[in-house]
């Protein structure tokens, strides 16, 4: 690693960025290039910009790019065909995003001509896998820095100091001891650490930042149609919309009623349980949706393999293989199925719940004359079940009599 003239960070501007470029500078003697990346998180990114030009990094050397739309239409939403929850419950919004970050910073990288790239991942959790699986996806030869697995600056106290005694300036929210640590994007906030370890202690109101608490929500249901072609959403009631201002107009949605809290336990792919919470209030609201435009439109083998195949596509983001070939033939078959996934969605929102209301679609395989307890005249011989449970039942039969 000593022959590397040129890195791309990560860069948030925070505490921890903040110290790792100056730790970079300091300890490779190489030029820092910073990329901060707006995902729609809700910070003003200018400050990053600012911290960056303070601590010496070449105005042409700062990139600071606006990826919601792209990270909605090319990440959030082929996720969201697949129905896919890790463990069942999370809708994996931090996931999502580590590939599209460390494919563009690889891509700055070729730019600048940079031999290396970091981030500011620690060493016990998923985003350093996630980064740099990524990384190396895309640029088999790049090479790694991830000081976080490297240097001796293991606590917040230590952090402090190191950016004290270098002039890194630090905001006064994060001199003392953080309650708390987050991640935040347009599809989610996650929340992890110090008053959530314990999971037996319920998560203290002022850790939610994207939702009311559903007790103070509304005492009124608020209705909504989303719609849907090919699989992905277009429009809310009845407005077309970009991917990210639609994700957004439904986080909305989400904030007002309460839609979206989890509070889970789940296993790190390096091997350790984790308590976290998170909030994602749009991102919920469009997997219910989906779920409903699918059930219309979806022959029952088809929805059946998707639901075979969602938790293998999950564990895929989840574990950080995203550009594997695995995760792209899942997707080429999801894809697929998505062709004739298309109509629209009613749903009731009240009080950290929504509920699916109605759905229709010009696609639907749904039929009332064939399903009508009335008469359907004709449209179904019910003597033809006689002879399908007769052939079902036949090696039930067979094993009875011999038993």
Partial sequence: MSDIKRVVLAFSGGLDTSVI?????????????????DLGQGEELGPA?????????RPEHIFIDDLKEEFVRDYVFPMMRAN?????LYLLGTSIARPLIAKRQIEIAKMVGADAVSHGATGKGNDQVRFELGYYGLNPDIKVIAPWREWDLTSRTRLIEFAEAHQIPVSKDKRGEAPFSTDANLLHTSSEGK?????????PDYVFSRTVNP???????????????????VAVNGEALSPANLLAKLNDYGRTHGIGRLDLVENRFVGMKSRGMYETPGG?????AHRAIEQLTLDRGAAHLKDELAPRYAELVYNGFWFSPEREMLQAAIDHSQQKVSGTVRLKLYKGSAWVVGRKSP???YSEKVVTFEDDAGAYDQ????GFIKLNALRLRLLGRRG
């Fill in 215 to 233: 007790e103070d929500a509304p005492d009124t249901p608020e209705y909504i149609t989303v719609e849907f072609d090919a699989g992905d959403a």
């Fill in 84 to 88: 896919a929850l890790y463990e069942g």
């Fill in 195 to 203: 008053v959530l370890e314990d999971p037996w202690q319920e998560v």
């Fill in 21 to 37: 470029l100056k730790w970079l500078q300091q300890t490779y003697a190489c030029e820092v290039v910073t990329f901060t990346a």
């Fill in 363 to 365: 696609n639907s395989l």
């Fill in 383 to 386: 003597r033809d079940a006689e």
């Fill in 49 to 57: 910009r600012a911290k960056a030009e303070l601590m010496g990094v």
């Fill in 284 to 288: 919920t609201i469009l997997h219910t």
